[in-house]
């Protein structure tokens, strides 16, 4: 669209009506208010078009209003909307059967059901302390994995979210994400940075702070989300397994962003070779109906009857958007995904080409970090540039979120087309040409 004024009168409107009533807790990138969406397109509600290149953060993974999920969730409505989780339903088994089927598990794989991601990450957290019997966890710098007191504890990718919440749960350490653009610590000869992190957990955490039969799971974003949409190297989960095998410690992925076909594959961790022992699941799982899940082998989901439970968790209707979603993704957007991202990679590419902002371009499917820097060789962050570009590319068209210190994250809809990733990546460039000019 044209570059016109932002917010329009009747999303300002209903923006100092929020301020009123809202909490004021929740972080807003900018003033879009929506009406309605179709695909990768939707509109606010003074009628202006955009692209959704950030998927209400990857989740809408169908695209906005998908007919097949919405007959599902109409045809569950009309039958029954809840019925907790003290009976059963059959929504809520076929979903558990699917999960086990596309599990990266060989073992047979048992799913808890939630409402969210945040609620996946503590049931897995409360899992692995009461399959070991251990009490302390690995985490890792720059993670995010929920704001509720469990999850927070790990998250650890901005001081806020822990500012005024302290004391946090106990037994936590973290240990540097393997960031190969960004490396903090030294490699030996022949081993990649990844392999590098994992040796200083074995001989700097490990053997210094933390004793290996104290330490239930590691916890780790497959590729880290709002730390920067980091791809870690090859050699890490490889060496990572290795060690948790070494020490009878659980290795729990956090694939709540990165899983349900999000990089081409149905979880991340399908792209490194290795099995986890639990991995949580949310966001594109059900295209946006609140879902997600716990899922582990059969043989770590040995809790008792009592020992967790939730009122809302495997909702029926979320449960049956979730089958429509899957199937959506299993018939057309795991190849979608690969192929498109592909493309928009070497898009990206040709544009880091003729922008020196732009540090590097990574990312696996349609999961793509673009992350600025004041000088390639100093690696600078340039947020006042990567925030300035996201404002632009609203003004012009195109929804786009920020993340790390200086990324600007891509996540469409798994259904994007070429051509629009071609139009939205227009607007990208154009957005980018004008803040350089302002800001450099």
């Known amino acids: 669209m044209e570059n016109v004024r932002l917010p329009g009168p009747k999303a300002n409107a209903l923006i100092e009506r929020d301020h009123k009533v809202i909490s004021p807790s929740y972080p807003r990138g900018y003033p879009f208010v929506m009406d309605h969406g179709k695909g990768t397109e939707v509109w606010d509600v003074d009628g202006n078009r955009y692209l959704d290149f950030m998927g209400g953060i990857a989740v809408v993974a169908t695209g906005h209003s998908h007919p097949k ?181 659980l290795m729990i992925l956090d ?31 059900a295209s946006g109906m609140p879902l997600g899940a716990c899922i582990a082998r059969k043989s770590v989901m040995d809790w008792e009857i009592g020992t967790h ?17 899957i199937d959506l993704i299993e018939q057309e957007y795991l190849q979608n995904a690969q192929e498109v991202g592909e493309y928009a990679m070497d898009v990206l590419m040709e544009i880091q080409a003729r922008h020196p902002s732009i540090g590097e371009v990574r990312g696996k499917g349609l999961m793509i970090g673009v992350e600025f820097v004041k000088d390639r060789e100093t690696k600078e962050p340039a947020k006042t540039l990567t925030d300035r570009v996201v404002d632009l590319a609203f003004e012009h068209g195109l929804l786009m979120l920020a993340c790390g210190q200086s990324v600007i994250r891509i996540a469409p809809p798994l259904s994007i087309n070429k051509g629009e990733v071609d139009e939205g990546l227009r607007i990208f460039e154009g957005a980018l040409t004008q803040a350089e000019k302002e800001l450099m």
């Open 69 to 249: 999920v919405v007959k599902a969730i109409q045809e569950q409505a009309e039958k029954f909307i809840h019925i907790s989780s003290d009976f059963y339903h059959e929504n809520w088994v076929r979903l558990g059967e699917k999960l086990n089927e596309i599990a990266p598990f060989e073992e047979d794989a048992l799913s808890f059901m939630t409402n969210s991601g945040t609620e996946a990450v503590e049931a897995a957290i409360k899992l692995a302390r009461y399959h070991t019997k251990r009490s302390n966890f690995i985490g890792f710098t720059g993670a995010f994995h929920g704001r509720t007191m469990g999850a927070v504890t790990f998250t650890a990718s901005k001081a806020k979210y822990h500012s005024g919440f302290y004391p946090l749960m106990n037994g936590v350490t973290h240990a540097p994400y393997p960031n190969p653009y960004r490396p903090v610590l030294e490699r030996r000869k022949g081993e990649d940075y990844g392999e590098a992190v994992v040796r200083y957990i074995e001989e700097e955490i490990i053997a210094q702070i933390l004793p290996a039969k104290e330490v239930a799971a590691v916890l780790v974003e497959t590729i880290q989300g709002e730390g920067g949409y980091i791809v870690p190297p090859d050699g890490f989960y490889p060496a990572l397994r290795t060690f948790c095998d070494k020490h009878g410690i």
């Open 255 to 285: 694939e709540v962003q990165s899983g349900m076909g999000r990089t081409g594959k149905w979880w991340a961790i399908e792209h490194f070779g290795v099995e986890p022992d639990i991995i949580t699941s949310a966001k594109g799982i």
């Open 309 to 325: 439970g939730n009122t809302y968790g495997g909702n029926p209707i979320s449960c049956a958007a979730s089958l429509a979603t």
